[in-house]
C-alpha cells in the first residue's frame, strides 16, 4: 500500500519556523517529481504546488520564494519542507505530493499528483 505521512504542522508566530516531514512508503521518490500544495482557511487546495522539485530543479511560488525550502532524503525515503520567516498569510493545510512529472507554466510548476499524504496544519500567529 503506498503512502505518505506527513508531519511537523503546528502553531508559531510571525517569523517563526517550522519543518514538515512526508515519509513515503510503497514507493520511492525517484523520479517523481514532488511538491507541497496549500488549503488556505475557506479556499480550496492550490492548484500549483507552493514549492516543487524535480530532478535537482526546485520550483517556488512568489509567494514563498526564499523562504522555504524542499528537500528529499533518499535513503529515508522522506522528503521535507523547511519553512523560515513565516507569516500569517503562510496558514493553511500543507499536503506533500508526487507524481509524474508535470509542466513549467506562466512561472509555477504544476503537475498532478499520483500520492498524497494526509494534510498537516500550519498556523501562524500574528
Known amino acids: 500500500e503506498v503512502q505518505l505521512v506527513e508531519s511537523g504542522g503546528g502553531l508559531v508566530q510571525t517569523g517563526g519556523s517550522l519543518r514538515l516531514s512526508c515519509a513515503a512508503s510503497?514507493?520511492?521518490?525517484?523520479?517523481?517529481?514532488i511538491g507541497w500544495f496549500r488549503q488556505a482557511p475557506g479556499k480550496e487546495r492550490e492548484r500549483a504546488p507552493c514549492i516543487s522539485a524535480y530532478r535537482g530543479h526546485t520550483y517556488y511560488s512568489d509567494s514563498v520564494k526564499g523562504r522555504f525550502t524542499i528537500s528529499l532524503d533518499n535513503a529515508k525515503n522522506t522528503m521535507y519542507l523547511q519553512m523560515n520567516s513565516l507569516k500569517p498569510e503562510d496558514t493553511a493545510v500543507y499536503f506533500c505530493?508526487?507524481?509524474?512529472?508535470?509542466?513549467?507554466?506562466?512561472?509555477?510548476?504544476?503537475?498532478?499528483?499520483?500520492?498524497w499524504g494526509q494534510g498537516t496544519q500550519v498556523t501562524v500567529s500574528s
Open positions: 510503497g514507493f520511492t521518490f525517484d523520479d517523481h517529481a
Open positions: 505530493a508526487a507524481g509524474a512529472p508535470g509542466v513549467f507554466y506562466n512561472g509555477l510548476y504544476y503537475f498532478d499528483p499520483d500520492y
